[in-house]
C-alpha cells in the first residue's frame, strides 16, 4: 500500500496560522519528492509549494511566498506545510502528492495522493 494521509486543516481567522501534515506509508520519503495543491471549489488545482526528495530544493508559488513554509521529517515520514499570515483567498482543499525525487509544475506527473484536508481562513 502507498498512502499519503493529510490533516491538520481547520479554520482560522485572517492573520492566523496551521501546519498541514502529510503522512506517507508504504514508501520511504527519501526518495520522493512531496508537492502541496490547492483547490478552490469551482477552480483549478493550484501547486503550490514542493520540496525534492534531498530536501535540498524547495519551491512556492508567488501567493504564498513568505507566508508558508515546507519542510519534512524523514523519522516520521512526514512533510509539513506551515501557513502563517493566512489569507481568506488561501480557502481551499489541501493536498499533498508524491512523485520520484524532482518537483514538477505538472499535477498529472505526481503519482500519489492524499485525500485532502480543508483549510478555511474566515472571519
Known amino acids: 500500500q502507498l498512502q499519503l494521509v493529510e490533516s491538520g486543516g481547520g479554520l482560522v481567522q485572517p492573520g492566523g496560522s496551521l501546519r498541514l501534515s502529510c503522512a506517507a506509508s508504504?514508501?520511504?520519503?527519501?526518495?520522493?519528492?512531496i508537492g502541496w495543491f490547492r483547490q478552490a471549489p469551482g477552480k483549478e488545482r493550484e501547486g503550490v509549494s514542493c520540496t525534492s526528495s534531498s530536501g535540498g530544493w524547495t519551491n512556492y508559488v508567488d501567493s504564498v511566498k513568505g507566508r508558508f513554509t515546507i519542510s519534512r521529517d524523514n523519522a516520521k515520514n512526514t512533510v509539513y506545510l506551515q501557513m502563517n499570515s493566512l489569507k481568506p483567498e488561501d480557502t481551499a482543499i489541501y493536498y499533498c502528492?508524491?512523485?520520484?525525487?524532482?518537483?514538477?509544475?505538472?499535477?498529472?506527473?505526481?503519482?500519489?495522493w492524499g485525500q485532502g484536508t480543508q483549510v478555511t481562513v474566515s472571519s
Open positions: 508504504g514508501f520511504s520519503l527519501d526518495s520522493a519528492a
Open positions: 502528492a508524491a512523485r520520484e525525487h524532482y518537483c514538477s509544475r505538472e499535477r498529472y506527473r505526481f503519482n500519489s
